[in-house]
């Protein structure tokens, strides 16, 4: 079995998900871990899906533009490690920034906790709001590593917020386990 | 008595709806061990229901006791044939389950609840809860009738990863 990174984005509209799975049903693929949404109108998908090992990337990626050609996807199908990588252990924070529009906002949240170790492990942006006053709204979901403070990180971060003229705050999503 | 397994999907027993104690014997009372008994053998665990054991039968066990997002604490409690009376402000925050591994959720519950059902003695029983102890009753209730809380999710957005507890 090897794994395959399977990404295919279009105009929105019914059935895109149903020959997409298809093509890739045909291909002896199993579906694994996937986020699929829609963006700004078009619908994205993102999938790690696991097939035969024999399975060339480029046949896979030629068949999937071929069969879903009514849909016009933009597709691309990369092999990936076997291997699941960790991800770094620590505590479920969730970071929420919003503001005016401006470029660069995700690269300077983003910097700052690389910067100190924390790692992000979703992230959603959408911009909301009127087209005259566009607002720029992001959520991330983070791991803090047991040797960084909460407190450390949300002071650092309303500094970075008042630098750009967004708002932003810290708050703890660790579940709890009924 | 011992602490049994806990079961996790895809066990059929806790997709389906339990059934009704007809009355508090000793089988009931026996169960109510039981289910103290796996609760307390997971140190982090507050709450465990009969499906969760194997057996489709209407009671949990309920404990919140020094959890600091608990208001009300009505300590160790058996229901049997649980039934909401009243429920008031649903809240999302994020929960897990022993029974569903890897995924946490983000799940709108009541904040206040009038509950009643049957103690392990047979008596009546009402409780008032709110706060982490309300999100605990509607949780190990909603096993009573075969949902987890992944049936409950509002989004996709709102599953995510769980970390490893140890």
Known sequence: M?????T???SDRPGIV???????????CNLEDTSMSILRGHFAMMLVVAGPIALDPSALEAALVQETGGFDLVVAVRQIDDAVPASPEGDAWTVAVYGADRPGIVHAITALLADIGVNVVDLTTRVIGDAERPVYAMVLEVTLPPAVSPQDVAARLDEQAAALGVECSLHPSEADIL | MPARPVLRLPEPVLKRVAEPVARIDDAARSLAVDLIDTMRASPACVGIA??????????????????KKAKSCHGEFVLFNPEILLAHGPVAAREGC???PDLTGDVPRATRLVVRGLTPEGEDRVLSVDAFEARAVQHEIDHLDGLLFIDRVTSGDALFRRKVYR
């Open chain 1, 18 to 28: 149903a020959a997409v799975t298809k093509t890739l049903v045909d291909h002896d």
């Open chain 1, 8 to 10: 295919a984005v279009g």
């Open chain 2, 98 to 100: 022993m029974s569903v």
């Open chain 2, 50 to 67: 009969a499906p969760q054991i194997g057996v489709s039968v209407r009671a949990f066990v309920v404990d919140v006791t020094g959890h």
């Open chain 1, 2 to 6: 090897a794994h395959f990174a399977v």
